[in-house]
């Protein structure tokens, strides 16, 4: 007699009966728990805090992938989409709500239009250092730029608390210290951050896999046998790709977004492009 203590999912024996496109799954899956893994040890995270959050997001799935079962009904086909007992399921529903909707920052849209504007770039096509206080181009008037609520010398602040500007203070002029968004003083920030790209680009994959493939852009280059000098050549070559492509791209996108608000078209859909660059030693020797 099996455990009654065991859910079907928790049950070995079940995982002997997995099709060929379920192990699939699962065999893909490893390539994301080992850095999440990796992340919970760093930070001391047990593996049933984890599971927990994984059962809420299984009931939320579930309960996404049945829209027309009657609220009677939905807990028990819940329970037998996810494996999970019908006390479990009940008990996970009455969670709070953990999911929440990206928002804009004020200091990431100060940021990218520093990077992107093309009145804000030299001769060299690198971001302008600029005054602090004046007429534009000056920090001043970029920060109004980007937003009206919060006090130029507040953005300032947080983008120098950051490490990703910092003030002259002979000239009283501010320049950028970095060409990549990545808040060195804000562990949580760059969680967020985390989160929301790595989050986006596996729902773009699975939403592929899912369907025929067409939905997203989610592609990627693999190369190997590459020597070290040439590692970084390649990182540097991929850095200078992410500035074209944000100079190129984000002006475009602004225009768009004013375009649909001048036209009264219903502003309802958000969009996140990416790049990113992992690098590692090969298994064996070529």
């Known amino acids: 007699m099996r455990n009654p203590s065991l859910s079907p999912s928790e049950d070995p024996s079940v995982l002997d009966a997995l099709s060929a496109d379920q192990q699939a799954v699962l065999d893909a ?4 728990y080992g850095p999440l893994a990796q992340l919970c040890i760093a930070k001391g995270i047990r593996i049933r805090a ?18 027309a079962q009657s609220s009677t009904r939905l ?12 006390r479990e399921v009940a008990r996970l529903e009455s969670q709070p709500d953990r999911a929440h909707e990206p928002q804009r920052s004020p200091i990431t849209e100060l940021f990218t239009r520093w990077l992107s504007d093309p ?12 005054a602090r206080q004046g007429p534009a181009p000056s920090f001043e008037s970029l920060a109004q730029a980007a937003t009206r609520d919060v006090h130029p010398r507040t953005l300032l602040d947080e983008l120098c608390r950051l490490q990703l500007a910092a003030v002259e203070a002979d000239s009283d002029r501010v320049h950028l210290l970095r060409d990549a968004f990545v808040p060195r003083g804000d562990w949580a920030r760059m ?6 790209n ?19 852009i989610e592609q990627a280059i693999f190369a190997d046998e590459l020597s070290a000098e040439s590692l970084a050549q390649a990182r540097e070559l991929m850095a200078q790709q992410w500035r074209t492509l944000l100079a190129q791209v984000a002006p475009q996108l602004e225009k768009m977004i004013e375009a649909d608000r001048q036209a009264g078209r219903v502003q309802d859909h958000s969009l996140r492009i990416g790049l990113f660059t992992w690098s590692q030693a090969m298994a064996t020797k070529p």
């Open 198 to 216: 790595v989050g986006d680009h596996f729902r773009a994959a699975v939403a592929n896999v899912l369907q025929d493939g067409q939905q997203q």
């Open 191 to 196: 969680l967020a951050f985390l989160g929301d």
């Open 75 to 86: 807990t028990s086909r819940i329970s037998a989409t996810t494996g999970l007992t019908r």
């Open 50 to 67: 984890v599971e927990d959050r994984l059962r809420t997001a299984f009931v939320a799935a579930a309960r996404e992938a049945h829209p």
């Open 119 to 130: 009145a804000l770039r030299g001769p060299d096509n690198k971001p302008l250092v600029l």
């Open 29 to 32: 899956l490893d390539s994301v």
